[in-house]
């Protein structure tokens, strides 16, 4: 059998960074500061020009990245927050733990991200049926692509809710003269280890344009602490980055833009040499990260067989849309609520995407695809 191509590459990455992050790590090792310790600063310093934002809390995980905001902004039972059913579930999640209501929004099927038109639709239902106030947004970046912010923004504006830009899949990406990160009122990412920008553990970040919420940001990352470490004066959570995990970062975030380019160049690589499934669609002015590299066939499972007869992982993401797992059973959903979301589902899947993919491996990967 043919050698195995890697899902995710963590190893050859670690090989081209390895004395670079035991410098970093060391460094931590000698002088102690486990948490809080002056890689952190560094890292959201470093993260807020790369992202082309004025301030970045950095976190303990992605999913604390979304919530953070939405404790500031207090949201809470009786808010509707609006939201694709096509996502990770840590999307909505936050909305539901904080006794708000998830609101889903059916996807663009070329581009798999929020539609806006359903988004006005959803706004105007919400408020129509006068149960919930309707009071932020939740657009997802999936698979590396920014979501159509341009239709967005305005839509948002038009109705008085804020913007939270799940971008967990996409730094580096952008749309425009922005980057993700810079979209909406405030954005969320996850440094999870296979995330394009990863640690070797649980993080991720807030990026946000106004310092007065970045002030409560950091307030609730850290137990709601006022201006004195042992006054509280909201209710918060234990959400801070690692210094460890800061300072792995660091030598990442510094190889990233090169990575970027090699995502870039496999995803080319890709859309020439495969024929036989839908391969993703970058409209233009957006230049993609390549989280995944998602295609589309109505042979799925006959696909997806074939690779792993050679030896070739893929893994379908997502197989269950939002609106249909048990976890959101009380929100009253049903199949057929959103029609492109769950033919996405039904048809989707992922293929091996690394920086240090080779176009021979690109290749083997699309003769399999390829054949009849
Ligand atoms: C779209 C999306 N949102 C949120 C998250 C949550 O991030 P984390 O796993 O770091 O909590 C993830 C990733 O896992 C994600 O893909």
Redesign the pocket.
């Known amino acids: 059998m043919s050698q195995a191509i890697p899902f995710v590459d963590l190893r050859t990455q670690y090989q081209q960074l390895e004395p670079q992050i035991r410098e970093r790590i060391n460094a931590v090792l000698d002088h102690g500061r486990y948490i809080n310790g002056p890689e952190v600063d560094t890292l959201e310093a470093q993260l807020a020009e790369f992202a082309g934002v004025d301030h970045v809390v950095a976190c ?7 919530l953070i905001p939405l404790m500031a902004w207090d949201i809470k039972p009786g808010d509707a927050v609006f939201t694709t059913p096509f ?5 909505a999640e936050v909305i539901a733990l904080l006794g708000a209501t998830p609101v889903f929004v059916d996807i663009d099927p070329v581009t798999f991200n929020m539609d806006p038109a359903a988004l006005e639709q959803a706004i105007a239902k919400v408020q129509a049926e006068g149960r919930l106030t309707p009071k932020a947004v939740i657009p ?3 698979f590396g692509l920014c979501a159509d912010y341009t239709r967005l923004e305005p839509i948002a504006a038009k109705h008085d809710l804020v913007i939270l830009e ?1 971008a ?2 996409a730094l580096g990406a952008r749309l425009g003269d922005r980057g993700a990160g810079a979209f909406g009122h405030a954005a ?5 280890p ?2 394009p920008l990863g640690g070797y553990g ?3 970040a807030v990026f946000t344009n106004d310092a007065a919420l970045k002030k409560i940001f950091k307030s609730i990352r850290e137990h709601g602490m006022g201006d004195h470490r042992y006054t509280n004066v909201r209710v918060g959570i234990n959400g801070r980055l690692d210094s460890l995990q800061a300072a792995v970062l660091l030598v990442k975030l510094a190889a990233f833009p090169a990575e970027l380019e090699g995502r870039n160049r496999v995803a080319a690589w890709y859309a020439d040499k495969l024929k036989t499934v839908k391969t993703p669609v970058v409209p233009d002015g957006y230049y993609c990260s390549w ?1 995944q590299y998602s295609v589309l066939s109505d042979d799925r499972d006959a696909m997806m067989a074939k690779l792993k007869a050679a030896n070739i992982p893929s893994v379908i ?1 997502y197989p269950l849309c939002l609106h249909l797992q048990p976890a959101f059973a009380q929100y009253g959903y049903s199949e057929g609520d959103f029609p492109n979301s769950e033919a996405a589902s039904r048809t989707i899947f992922s293929l091996p995407m690394t920086p240090f993919l080779t176009e021979e491996q690109v290749s083997r990967v699309a003769e399999v695809l390829n054949q009849g």
């Open positions: 303990s995980s992605g999913t604390d990245a979304l996502t990770f579930i840590a999307t997802v970046d999936l799940d967990a899949q969320a990412t996850s440094f999870y296979a995330k649980d993080g991720g989280a993401y």
